[in-house]
């Protein structure tokens, strides 16, 4: 398939008071249109980095970021952009903060919501759309966030840790939600995770990380049917990915703690 998100020898380097410090080392990355990929690494090797790169938030030192095979570096608007953190406002409601990136598009607010409101029957949030994010759970709220992302109609969606809050519980049910939306809507998914199992589960390739500065040491296709029953973990296939995707985190971080 053609590559929708392009990362050529992106690199990321800030001025520090003793110096440059190279945050990223030159990373190459292609993703095909409609894929989920995962991002995994420790903390610090430049996931988000990354990702503010990709969203225009940042300028890359070196590199550059193509999207459907033109430069779109340092470019805004080109992909949406979900944090950890749902930032819904506290003064709109449900219905309204799901269409505010219609809304900064220009689409009439009666528009925007008679689009917004069938999907928020249709996943999970019906009866919700009139009440304001206090009255949520964290669920509910991550929910109405990603289909705020959605809706803000851009072919790939970057999602940084959306579920790293949740409990163990809740954090199943919405990944089992999220491949529904992934499925019905055909984005280009990025998605960053400390969870190992959440990243093969949910992904068809698996990019791990590691820093000082960071980079990517490997690329590893999940090559799993969908879609997959929670009982895919106890496979086999899985459970080999899983073990690699550990054995490169383990090397790396003890390759680290020799030269510290």
Known sequence: MPAKLQLEHLSMAFKTPKGAFQALAPVTLSIAQGHFVSLIG????????????VAGLLEPSGGRVVIDGADATGTIGRVGYMLQKDLLLPWRTVLDNVILGMEIQGMPLHRARERALPLLRRYGLSGF?????NALSGGMRQRAALLRTLLFDTDVILLDEPFGALDAQTKLQMQEWLLQLWSDFGKTVVFVTHDIDEAIYL??????????PGRIVASIPVPIG???PRTVTLTSSFIDIKE???ELLTAHNSSL???A
């Open 42 to 53: 420790p903390s610090g090797c430049g996931k988000s980095t990354i990702f503010n790169i």
């Open 203 to 212: 992904s068809d390739e698996v990019h791990v990380m590691t820093t000082r």
């Open 257 to 259: 703690n020799e030269a």
């Open 226 to 228: 969908r879609p997959r």
């Open 129 to 133: 759309e009139y009440l304001y994010p």
């Open 244 to 246: 690699r995707c550990l």
